[in-house]
């Protein structure tokens, strides 16, 4: 054993050395101890192997569904004929499905444009600010204040009376009591 622990190594100066093995290999995290290492030619401990993974056919769908988007149609617009990619097509149908009020639609293009960052409101803010006459502002404060006030979110401490207390003033202690709290 302890001659093969010592290994002869050739000196680029042609003599031969002997050099012990614990000065070249350092035991450690990611180094077990050539005892225990695998030998060469030694039956694997793991003959199957690592199993594969599942081949995934998501990047192959994704692939297929850009160039189908991307793919260019001729279509009528007016008396002209123009190329447009499917993609740009069924976002112009969705938007006149969206117009003739097809809630599907409504609720389709609303995600579309909050997922893009698209603001579908950009034109209408001046007309809708014209809408709002001084009257009508009138009208939506009277509908506000015919409303019930909020609940509060939190109820207000209930404390018990002095005489109740027995002379613990300087101590404060808190109970929960049938869903009031009480400090004491």
Not at 29 to 54: D, I, T, V, W
């Amino acid at each position: 054993m302890i001659d093969d622990a010592i290994e002869k190594i050739d000196d680029p100066t042609g003599e031969e050395a002997t050099q012990s093995s614990d000065s070249q290999y350092k035991v450690g995290p990611g180094h077990p101890p050539l005892e225990s290492q695998f030998k060469k030619g030694a039956p694997s401990p793991n003959p199957k192997g690592r199993p594969r993974k599942n081949a995934s056919i998501a990047p192959d769908l994704k692939k297929a569904l850009e160039e189908a988007l991307n793919k260019k149609v001729k279509v009528k617009k007016g008396e002209a004929q123009v190329l447009l990619s499917k993609a740009n097509l069924s976002i112009e149908q969705l938007v006149n499905q969206f117009a003739q009020g097809d809630r599907h639609a409504r609720r389709d293009l609303m995600d579309m444009a909050k997922q893009l960052g698209v603001d579908l409101l950009a034109d209408q803010k001046g007309k809708i600010q014209e809408a709002i006459q001084p009257s009508h502002q009138a009208i939506l404060d009277a509908y506000l204040a015919r409303q019930p006030p909020p609940v509060p979110t939190h109820q207000p401490r209930v404390q018990a009376p002095n005489e109740l207390r027995d002379g613990l003033m300087d101590r404060r202690l808190t109970r929960k009591i049938g869903g009031a709290i009480i400090d004491s």
